[in-house]
């Protein structure tokens, strides 16, 4: 993990929210240490099982998601987005995927919103490990095994001000997608042994 301790840069700007792509969270509950966090779940089916998961871990659930058409509101999104900023205002950490469902590794508004209606500050992270299954579904979702060699990447945190107009903030979603995507393909690279690539707003190392 490097920083070595990226705790430290989450003590500084408590509560933080992070920023991560879909179909790569399944091992983020166990780098929460003692931090208070909610995790973004969806309101389908699918996401009764990830809700009963993140209860056994201690995490707790806001229920809605974002979406690219026009079923927002039907999907528990604004009060779903009510609920986070209520839950970042209490000291909650949240957590959530930046890409909206069906549309992999490009950032959607709703975390950007978030983070100018909130005042935190958006952490990107990658976690991949060396010993992996990859779904062939739409966010390439990847199975963990065990025995892996493990990379943590923890970007840069990125602040969208709170009277941002229209230019920054998609200036803010282009640079949190180009992050996303830097720490993930470093990542990768950090967890399978190959050269580190620079990333300019990344960083990160291998652990076993």
């Not at 509560?15 to 166990?30: A, D, E, K, N, T």
């Not at 469902?101 to 992270?125: D, N």
């Not at 903030?169 to 180009?178: A, F, I």
Request: glycine letters at 10%; hydrophobic letters at 40%; aromatic letters at 6%.
């Amino acid at each position: 993990m490097e920083p070595a301790d990226p705790y430290r840069m989450y003590d500084a700007n408590q509560p933080v929210i992070i920023g991560m792509w879909h179909g790569q969270h399944f091992l983020l509950p166990f780098l929460r240490r003692n931090y208070r966090f909610k995790v973004l779940i969806s309101r389908h089916t699918d996401g009764e099982i990830n809700a009963i998961a993140a209860e056994r871990l201690g995490i707790g659930a806001v229920r809605g998601s974002g979406d690219h058409g026009r079923r927002f509101q039907a999907k528990g999104g604004v009060a779903g987005f009510k609920e986070m900023i209520e839950s970042l205002a209490d000291g909650w950490n949240m957590a959530l995927t930046a890409d909206v469902p069906k549309i992999s590794r490009v950032s959607g508004m709703g975390i950007i919103k978030l983070a100018q209606i909130s005042g935190r500050p958006i952490f990107p992270i990658s976690l991949a490990t060396s010993r992996r299954i990859v779904l062939d579904n739409w966010d390439r979702s990847e199975i963990n095994l065990p025995f892996s060699r493990v990379a943590i990447v923890v970007g840069d945190p990125i602040r969208v001000p709170t009277d941002a107009d229209a230019q920054i903030l998609e200036q803010r979603r282009s640079e949190l997608e180009t992050a996303l995507n830097a720490a993930s393909d470093h990542a990768h690279a950090l967890a399978d042994g190959r050269p580190r690539i620079a990333a300019g707003h990344s960083l990160g190392a291998a652990c076993d």
